[in-house]
């Protein structure tokens, strides 16, 4: 893992970080052939930051789900594969492992 600031050499606040994200998904969504969130699924999985990488989760209420993040479903939901199969993980915290 690594910052921003290791990357860039600088400090950069994190309303400006918010705000250019921000930006480029409603440029994104104002495009007429954006069709759903579906659509673009696949795109964005090839970059989601955690997509192939082994991790954790510690899901409220302590039930915990290890294994590799396979991305994102249509529901936002994060899809972890694990000896058990395809875990729809909601909300939790999150580890690298």
């Known amino acids: ?58 899901e409220p209420g302590g039930t915990q789900v290890a294994g590799i993040c396979e991305g994102l479903d249509a529901q936002g939901r994060l899809l972890v594969r694990s000896s058990h199969g395809l875990s729809r993980v909601v909300a939790g915290h999150v580890e690298l492992i």
């Open 1 to 58: 893992m690594t910052s921003l600031r290791a990357i860039i050499g600088t400090e950069i606040p994190l309303a400006t970080v918010l705000a250019s994200i921000g930006q480029e998904i409603n440029k994104l969504l104002l495009k007429k052939d954006f069709g759903s969130f579906g659509a673009i699924l696949p795109e964005y999985n090839r970059h989601h930051a955690l997509t192939g990488r082994r991790l954790r989760i510690i």
